[in-house]
């Protein structure tokens, strides 16, 4: 099977457990801004205060978050972001591996199965997120020399609406940049595959669970690169769709004087709220998609062991 076929099936399978997953992202997702929403509304504050204004630009929010405090905040808020979709996707794989059962009693199985490891799950995203820094933070470093040097002078707004040349430059060089950057990180992550399974499922400790997946992944790292592109570029292009459909229905809104603004109110505020319920979906189903594929790439496909009594779960499929 090439690997665009197996990542339109990691979509098939993704997509006929879309409750199940809709449900643990919406959930996660919850929890994460209920945890991180009191941070952001203070280093707001903060930020406001420190800048001697009342409101805050692109520029003034962005020469926060290199301050040596606002660049803490700002991982302290991705690190939590992190945590959620790690256990997020430990369950979607546990679901997977959770065997013939029906979407809600294979969900209390899947966190049945990931809450048992929940401390090395924290070391363990506390750990990717370190060595992601490693990585990325010299080509980010890079890439502000280069806006400073190139879109310093003015604000970005006038460098956004007037391009000048000097801007082209800045733009293309910090496009290479990343271009590098992102090669790097494709090949890099493809190696760690195996290293949330190796630590849910495989009890391997998190520190050794990136070497042992890089050992198993190896001669196949290419071919789960491509599939990681194929699975990215099915998500962009569906997320794009959705984007034209959403901008087709808000044309669509009767915007004359006799129209009714109550009307066009309502009508832009349902295609909203369709699309931001889309995007979920799609969302969910992207990530369950990318945690079947790689469960593919997993040798040991053991199931779930049987739950514990007392969770008040059925198990008949």
Do not use: C
């Not at 979407?103 to 199985?109: C, D, G, I, S, T």
């Not at 806006?147 to 000048?164: K, V």
């Amino acid at each position: 099977m090439s690997q665009f076929a197996q990542v339109l099936q990691a979509y098939r399978d993704a997509w006929s457990r879309r409750q199940v997953f809709v449900a643990i992202r919406v959930t996660l997702q919850v929890a994460a801004w209920v945890a991180i929403a009191p941070a952001i509304a203070g280093l707001v504050a903060l930020a406001v205060s420190l800048s001697n204004q009342s409101a805050l630009t692109d520029q003034d929010i962005a020469r926060f978050l290199l301050t040596p405090g606002g660049f803490i905040a700002g991982i302290g808020v991705a690190a939590v972001w992190l945590v959620a979709s790690i256990w997020g996707f430990a369950m979607m794989v546990a679901v997977y591996r959770a065997g013939p059962l029906t979407p809600w009693p294979a969900m209390v199985r899947a966190l049945v199965a990931v809450a048992r490891r929940a401390k090395e799950l924290l070391i363990f995203a506390a750990l990717f997120e370190l060595r992601v820094l490693a990585m990325v933070v010299p080509f980010l470093v890079v890439g502000l020399f280069v806006a400073s040097r190139f879109m310093g002078e003015f604000d970005i707004n006038y460098y956004l609406t007037y391009r000048p040349p000097e801007f082209l430059t800045g733009v293309a060089i910090i496009a290479v940049v990343l271009a590098v950057m992102a090669a790097l990180l494709l090949w890099v992550l493809s190696g760690w595959a195996l290293a949330l399974h190796l630590v849910v499922f495989g009890d391997v400790s998190p520190r050794a669970a990136f070497g042992q997946s890089t050992q198993r992944m190896q001669g196949r790292r290419a071919a789960l690169a491509m599939g990681l592109v194929w699975w990215l570029g099915i998500l962009l292009a569906l997320g794009g769709g959705l984007s034209v459909i959403a901008g087709l229905a808000f044309n669509l809104v009767p915007l004359a004087p006799g129209a009714g603004l109550k009307l066009a109110l309502s009508l832009t505020a349902v295609i909203g709220a369709v699309w931001m319920l889309a995007n979920l979906v799609l969302g969910a189903v992207g990530m369950g998609a990318l945690a079947r594929l790689l469960d593919g790439y997993y040798r040991d496909a053991t199931p779930l062991a049987p739950l514990p009594k007392g969770t008040g779960a059925s198990l008949k499929a």
